[in-house]
């Protein structure tokens, strides 16, 4: 495959926002080692067509679960749904919706690598990103370093939060979705198309990832520069950082209550301006083949945090491990809290 990327970076690779890790230890050594609970952002009607499950899963992908859940429910893949996607390593909770049915068998205690917790019934299908969050509880062992140079470091991340790469796992299996892409977009190696969703969001991510890395080599991820479209946390609404005052942008970024944005690439341009119109335009020019084929595909621009918050972290000294515990809005990922952490090769 002759689908060569200027400048490529391997996820590894990017920039860290303080510096060097400061821990070596080893990671997901055990399934129970990496646990996610998936957090709904509403709750269940009680009424209408829909069961929503509470699942737990070990050892399956999401999709894995979703085909295992139509089997014993009766019903057709396409008419059942999940809020989020999940590790296959690790054991994770998390929401699926299938149509309920009067002749719908009970709730199953078990089956193989998945077990319902609980169903209620709810007047629509999830849809996906649905859920409003997730709560991890991350066992690293024999962890090894200064622990009180670890203990600062975890203090760092609650304090400023990390940023917000994509994982490497948006990238597959040795990080080859990127130059796939890049296959198809130059009419090379045409992907079928229930892979063609996948390619795209590698390429997006990747192009999001590049942008978040120099700003983090220039020490602006987690402020503001001229131009730059703003997020407010939690919600899918942007502004430009011109309509408010400088103080008040200083007070609410320290605040969490909003962040500078990159861009997630498609047709026309960026909404930015000024200074940071100029980065994204580089970015756009150096990786011309990606973006022009992001939005040959019709993808609209759409923004992401640079920053993500890492709320209610706690860390734990246990014997030989290291237990972290945390949550992070829904897209953000563990691995880009772990990465500030751990020394690079953990994932």
Partial sequence: MNAAIPAYRDWDSLERAFGTPPLSAV???????????EILGFEADGNGEHLLLHVEKTGLTTF????MLARHYGVALRDTAFAGMKDKQGVTRQWFSVPARKDSPPETPQLPGLSILGSARNSRKLRRGSHRANRFRIVLRAPAGDRDVIRARIETVAARGVPNYFGAQRFGRDEANVPAALAWFRGESPPARQQRSLLLSAARSYLFNMLLARRVRDGNWDRWIDG?????AGTASTFACSRAGVDELQRRLADFDIHATGPLWGKDMPATTGAAL???SALATEYAELCDGLAAQGLEQERRPLRVQVSGLQAQFDDDALVLEFSLVRGAYATAVLRELLQPGFA
């Fill in 64 to 67: 894995e679960a979703q085909a």
């Fill in 228 to 232: 730059d479209v703003m997020a407010l």
């Fill in 278 to 280: 100029a980065l994204e």
């Fill in 27 to 37: 990671f997901k050594q055990r399934p129970e080692d990496f646990h996610v609970d």
